[in-house]
């Protein structure tokens, strides 16, 4: 059972239009959610980390929020330059020590 | 932030072969991960680098299919042995940053195409 779970796999926007990610988790013991992006050939780079429900961290046009189920990562009056592959991922208390596990990603492309 | 160097990038290797990749951190780093990604799918976890220890790794992932070193605390290789075009993929290096938050980062990949 995925125990990370992103949807859509894909989305398409029209420049300035506001949409969200999710991403629904079933980890017991969460020890952060992690947002990343991923451009082609390149190795995902990190956004935000959230640790606790009702959380929110925001960085430029990017707004994370966590509940005790969920993700979402909101997208505000997207541009182009924020095509790119968001992954989420969990670390939790049994497992592999610092690791994450990783959804597989919403392929976002905005249109200008 | 930690920067991650990978070498080599990317290669074409015959089947049976066997390819090793290269990670430096440019910091001391007490965690570093090895990841593969295959399109479509997950960043799945191979195996823990433990410094100056045999590496732990990961359900379905063997030391003798992807035998790990990491001699110091900033360099880490991974090898794929006997390679098979299932091997073909992207191959990720990380490593835990200093932050409390605690979180990791990546390498570019390293893209191996197996023939």
């Known amino acids: 059972e995925d125990q990370v779970t992103q949807s859509p796999e894909a989305l398409r926007l029209q420049e300035g239009e506001s949409s969200s990610l999710n991403c629904s988790y079933t980890?017991?013991?969460?020890?952060?959610l992690f947002w990343y992006r991923q451009d082609p050939g390149k190795g995902p780079e990190f956004l935000f980390t959230?640790?606790?429900a009702g959380e929110e961290k925001e960085k430029e046009r990017l707004k994370a929020t966590l509940t005790k189920k969920e993700s979402f990562l909101h997208i505000t009056a997207p541009k182009p330059e924020d095509s790119a592959t968001y992954l989420c991922?969990?670390?939790?208390?049994?497992?592999?020590?610092?690791?994450?596990?990783f959804g597989k990603g919403t392929s976002l492309l905005v249109t200008p | 932030s930690a920067v991650i160097s990978q070498k080599p990038s990317r290669d074409i290797c015959q089947r049976g072969t066997s390819l090793t990749i290269q990670c430096q951190v440019d910091?001391?780093?007490?965690?570093m991960f090895w990841y593969r990604q295959q399109p479509g799918q997950s960043l799945t976890l191979i195996a823990t680098a433990n410094q100056g220890s045999e590496a732990t790794y990961e359900s379905g992932f063997v030391i003798d299919k992807f035998p790990i070193s990491r001699p110091n605390l900033t360099f880490s290789t991974l090898t794929v042995s006997n390679l098979s075009p299932e091997d073909s993929s992207i191959y990720l290096c990380?490593?835990?940053?200093?932050?409390?938050?605690?979180?990791?980062?990546f390498g570019e990949g390293s893209r191996l195409t197996v023939l």
């Open positions: 910091s001391q780093v007490t965690m």
């Open positions: 990380s490593a835990r940053g200093q932050t409390n938050t605690g979180e990791l980062f």
């Open positions: 980890v017991s013991g969460l020890r952060g």
């Open positions: 959230l640790y606790s």
């Open positions: 991922a969990v670390r939790q208390e049994a497992g592999s020590g610092y690791a994450l596990n």
